[in-house]
């Protein structure tokens, strides 16, 4: 009996078919934007790497499901499931399958090796990119394998054909062989029960008015990797194709979703770059399997998130050294505002708020400050913390308004050069997160600015009128989820709820129209860049969530 498919069904071009836990996954995007004509066994380990391609006999049709990947040709089908997080169970009836190298060029130092194991018979591609194995043991039927220890240029594979079936293992450097403890079917009910149970626990709430809750959770349940190399806890990538890593902003929205359903994991997302706080009490920019990245940081969201988190112990210090780092390392003699030294440390690389200068000090980051120190002040161990911490917050709240406030708008300001200018960034429009805590005039002023960004699909990041807007200009005007879900909050905090909710229906709506992609045209809601990415799917699920409850 062949378990019928259920769940939401997605085209591999937009969503890589993977599990939780795996390094590894199913997709045809084999590098940046690149496609390739086949379904591809792409792992995420030292980097993104194409490591198997399969291709069936003949022309077939895939269906992608969360619990199983399927070909289906003229007179028979090949049926994929995950067995656990480095094993997947392959099933064929009628139809033919070759698993080949993707790259057919072994050198000294790169490329795949092919052997036939003495040990167990089984095959193993040994691949220098990943310095993992992918060993391919036959259970049923008949292979024919072509390449084996073969030098230099040479195809590499196994081909199968007729009734057959394997199992795929991504591992080290030895285990023992391969044995199938239960059939294909039952491999294939077990997936399906542990990515419900996932979705259950994150989006109980999910019904016909979130109809795309189950994907939003599927794309966070298959881009979660087990522990390894740099990545210490279970951690939710940005994605699995080419946006692999972990940056050290995108990581809170990932753990907002989580945050009711499955805290302990949600507290995973959120610790995960602080496991890797440089001396300064810095945060990485980014980390992923085989590589951290100092040079740049990003912005201090994090007071901002622990509002919206469970109760956790011990995450004090961890505010309290990177909330330090901004305070003497990010703050020039005599000023009170910190400053960013690259639009990267915003996370808005390329806003036309850096046009002028790249040293700035800015509005958005002030606000996130004043917001972490008011975490501080919540979190501190005894009231003389806690009203130091307020007392700071105090002053830069006062600081920007005073500094960066001329009665219209907020303004940006070199550091080196002392001038100041405003833009048409969404970016200047940011210190809405500070919500209750603005004077009413500056409330209104930016809820009337921000309404002026609002298309038919959410807030664009540049307005759209402006002669730098770019419909696909990564922060010159599509539109994202991390300043979506900022704005909204800050927007209902600051007595605007009517907007907060116009803007929350349009990005869900988007979200269900073109799916969970890096960033969205703001024109015309295509998806752009990118295609599963998880804070997208973290955004849809947060705001779903907020609505359904306040509709209860």
């Not at 740099?230 to 753990?255: E, G, I, Q, Y």
């Not at 980051?365 to 806690?386: H, I, K, N, Y």
């Not at 006062?398 to 048409?424: C, K």
């Amino acid at each position: 009996m062949t378990v019928a498919a259920s769940g939401p069904v997605f085209s591999l071009r937009e969503i890589p078919f993977s599990h939780r836990g795996s390094w590894f996954g199913f997709s045809p995007v084999v590098a940046e934007k690149t496609y390739a004509q086949d379904v591809h066994l792409v792992s995420h380990q030292t980097g993104m790497h194409p490591i198997l391609k399969l291709v069936p006999a003949t022309a077939a049709a895939i269906t992608a499901t969360p619990h199983q990947l399927t070909w289906s040709g003229v007179g028979g089908r090949i049926d994929l499931a995950y067995e656990s997080a480095d094993t997947v169970r392959v099933r064929g009836r009628g139809l033919g399958l070759r698993l080949l190298a993707a790259d057919p060029v072994l050198t000294p130092f790169s490329g795949p090796y092919f052997y036939q194991d003495p040990v167990d018979g089984s095959y193993v591609l040994t691949v220098y990119q990943t310095g993992r194995r992918y060993r391919i043991t036959l259970l049923t039927g008949q292979a024919e394998h072509v390449g084996a220890q073969a030098l230099g240029t040479a195809e590499r594979g196994v081909g199968l054909s007729g009734e057959w079936e394997i199992a795929i293992e991504e591992y080290e450097t030895a285990r023992a062989p391969y044995a199938a403890t239960d059939p294909f079917d039952q491999v294939v009910k077990a997936a399906r029960a542990e990515f419900d149970a996932f979705t259950e626990a994150v989006a109980p709430w999910r019904g016909d008015r979130t109809p795309a809750a189950e994907l939003a959770c599927y794309v966070l349940w298959s881009a979660t990797v087990r522990p390894a190399g740099f990545v210490t806890r279970p951690a939710v990538l940005m994605s699995k194709h080419w946006m692999d890593k972990v940056w050290s902003w995108d990581h809170c929205f990932n753990a907002l979703a989580l945050a009711e359903g499955l805290p302990g994991l949600a507290w995973d997302q959120f610790r995960l770059p602080f496991d890797h706080q440089d001396a300064a009490g810095a945060l990485p920019d980014s980390v992923t399997h085989s590589e951290i990245l100092y040079n740049f940081v990003k912005p201090p969201i994090h007071g901002w998130a622990l509002r919206h988190l469970p109760p956790a112990a011990d995450v004090y210090p961890l505010l309290e050294r990177w909330t330090t780092f901004w305070l003497e390392a990010r703050r020039a003699p005599g000023r009170e505002l910190p400053h960013y030294q690259h639009g990267n440390d915003s996370g808005w690389d390329n806003a036309t708020t850096f046009d002028p200068e790249r040293v700035v000090e800015t509005a958005d980051l002030a606000a996130f400050l004043v917001l972490q120190l008011r975490e501080l002040a919540r979190l501190a161990p005894d009231p003389g913390a806690s009203a130091r911490w307020n007392a700071r917050a105090d002053r830069m709240r006062d600081a920007l308004l005073a500094e960066l406030w001329d009665g219209e708008r907020f303004v940006a300001r070199g550091v080196l050069s002392g001038r100041t200018w405003s833009s048409s960034s969404l970016l200047d429009l940011m210190p809405i997160v500070l919500g209750e805590e603005l004077p009413h005039p500056v409330r209104a002023a930016l809820a009337a600015r921000i309404e002026r960004h609002l298309t038919a699909f959410g807030p664009a990041t540049e307005l759209p009128g402006s002669p730098h807007y770019l419909d696909d200009g990564y922060w010159r005007g599509p539109i994202w989820a991390p300043s979506t879900v900022l704005i909204e909050d800050g927007l209902r905090r600051a007595g605007y709820p009517d907007l907060a909710d116009e803007i929350s229906a349009r990005f869900r709506a988007l979200c269900e129209a073109s799916g969970f992609a890096e960033n969205f045209d703001a024109r015309t809601g295509e998806g752009l860049r990118d295609r599963a990415y998880t804070w997208t799917a973290s955004a849809y699920l947060h705001l779903a969530a907020a609505c359904e409850r306040r509709g209860t």
